[in-house]
């Protein structure tokens, strides 16, 4: 079986006096562990405060983004190192707001990826197709040259240590989720094309939901057979839905 995760991307929302209470139920709600594995993914300014009070707790840390070099002249950017030292074990890597509203392209989502393995982190890469691309009929070569990019630098050895999340950018935020059908289809399509490189990874490998998930429709997109988790934005701010989520992981 492969391991289920769910991840709550905060995005840029929060402040400490939110984050307290937020965590406080999550640690009380998630007490005995859950089988999946559950991590959330503040701002990087909390990092620092959401580790320590995720301390001797089953909730692991992620970050949200991470610079594609490892040091160096980069104003405002944060290393894989420096995650690494405030005990990241997560990094989404190209999630479609980072390519969309900072213009990161394929390539700079294939580097930020190779920089998150070899800063001893693993990268939850998002690939997803727009509205026009889907109405196009364009999901699957949009989702193939999205892996490719990674698959190049990283080779598929990169992806042993990692997680897809299918995130298709019509449903984020927006109330409207993909299907059980829909996401499976591009599920199984994404393990089909790292199968062909290497069944092994491709059988192991998490690949994740992302896009309107909520309490009410977890269960169903969970219970597909190539749907191992959910990248949670929105409902991660509610410890309520956010543990009924992962609940149903
Ligand atoms: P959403 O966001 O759950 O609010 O749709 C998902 C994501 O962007 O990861």
Redesign the pocket.
């Known amino acids: 079986m492969r391991p289920r995760l769910v991840a709550g991307?905060w995005?840029m929302n929060g402040t400490r006096a939110e984050i307290l209470p937020l965590v406080r139920s999550l640690k009380d709600g998630l007490n005995p562990a859950p089988r999946a594995e559950v991590a959330v993914c503040p701002p990087f300014i909390y990092l620092p405060l959401v580790g320590e009070l995720l301390e001797g707790t089953p909730i692991a840390l992620g970050a949200q983004d991470v610079c594609e070099e490892a040091a160096g002249a980069y104003t405002g950017e944060v290393s894989g190192p420096m995650l690494r030292d405030y005990h990241c074990r997560y990094v989404i890597v190209g999630?479609?707001?980072r390519r969309q509203v900072y213009r990161e392209d394929d390539g700079r989502v294939a580097r930020k990826f190779s920089q998150a393995l070899s800063g001893g982190l693993i990268p939850i890469l998002c690939l997803g197709e727009t509205l026009a691309e889907r109405e196009a009929g364009n999901t699957r070569p949009v989702v193939e040259r999205q892996l490719r990019a990674v698959l190049e630098q990283s080779g598929v050895a990169g992806l042993r240590a990692a997680v897809i999340?299918y995130?298709p950018v019509w449903?984020?935020?927006?109330g409207r989720n993909a299907t059980p059908a829909q996401a499976q289809e591009v599920h199984a399509f994404i393990r089909d094309r790292i199968a062909e490189r290497d069944p092994e990874t491709a059988a192991s490998l998490p690949i994740l939901y992302?896009?309107?998930?909520k309490g009410a429709n977890a269960a169903a997109l969970f219970a597909m057979p190539d749907i191992d988790g959910g990248?949670?934005?929105?409902?991660s701010l509610s410890a309520a839905e956010f543990l009924a989520i992962c609940r149903a992981a």
């Open positions: 991307n995005k999630h479609s707001e999340a995130e449903a984020i935020g927006t992302g896009g309107s998930v990248l949670i934005g929105g409902a």
